[in-house]
């Protein structure tokens, strides 16, 4: 079946500009996750959607990221006002999540690769 | 805050050698996961460990958590050229947040 998916593959941005990302869950995925991975780093946090709601966005960098989704399904990552330090591989990943407690494998999209120039 | 340590951040092996790295939480972790991303790929899940002093097997990849849930580890025997990239544990907490940690980086010689 279809996996993760995420638009746009690539986004070259001039600083200041507002930029929106997409991700596609993989279907019936509850679980949806928010990670940047700058340039030969690790993947660092930003936000988790259990469904529509968002239990923890205190990874969110500032107040200029924003996450939403809607339907269960597809997330929108906002960053406003982009900064030249926001340039990095922002990656979604699905899973399941069926009972409190419970954790499943994270099915990654290919990711937005993001430059603020 | 919550902290998942990674070493080493490289590790340049001949091919047919061992390899490990090595995980460490600040705090007690839910679950581990580890990952594998190819060079210019997207994390590929390997395995998740839940239980205390679990040991798991895939092949020549062997997976362990420590005992007071704070530490794990990845050993893989007799690398191979196709072991290359780069190797993520991710810690959960208790809220299914994930701490991943920085990665090693393999790069094994012919």
């Known amino acids: 079946g279809a996996g993760v998916s995420q638009s746009p593959s690539n986004k070259v941005t001039e600083k200041g500009k507002d930029v929106e990302l997409r991700c596609d869950p993989i279907?019936?995925?509850?679980?949806l996750y928010w990670y940047r991975q700058s340039l030969g780093q690790g993947l660092e946090f930003l936000i988790y959607?259990?469904?529509?709601?968002?239990?923890?966005k205190s990874g969110l960098p500032s107040d200029r990221f924003s996450a939403e989704r809607t339907g269960g399904s597809v997330s929108t990552l906002t960053i406003q006002r982009t900064q030249q330090e926001d340039s990095a591989v922002y990656l979604c990943?699905?899973?399941?999540?069926?009972?409190?407690?419970?954790?499943?494998?994270?099915?990654f999209g290919p990711g937005t690769r993001l430059t603020v120039t | 805050g919550q902290q998942v340590m990674q070493i080493p951040q490289y590790q340049h092996v001949q091919e047919g050698e061992d390899f490990t790295t090595y995980c460490n939480s600040s705090t007690t972790l839910s679950n581990i996961q580890w990952y594998k991303q190819r060079p210019g790929g997207h994390p590929v899940f390997l395995i998740q460990?839940?239980?205390?002093?679990e040991v798991k097997k895939q092949k020549r990849l062997t997976f362990q958590f420590g005992e007071a849930k704070k530490n794990s580890s990845l050993h893989i025997t007799a690398t191979q050229t196709t072991d290359v990239g780069t190797y993520f544990c991710?810690?959960?907490?208790?809220?299914?947040?994930?701490?991943f940690g920085s990665g090693t980086k393999l790069n094994v010689k012919p």
């Open positions: 959607f259990q469904g529509n709601s968002a239990p923890d």
């Open positions: 279907s019936g995925h509850t679980a």
């Open positions: 991710a810690g959960g907490d208790n809220f299914n947040k994930f701490y």
């Open positions: 990943a699905s899973s399941l999540w069926l009972l409190a407690g419970e954790t499943y494998e994270q099915y």
């Open positions: 460990l839940v239980k205390s002093g």
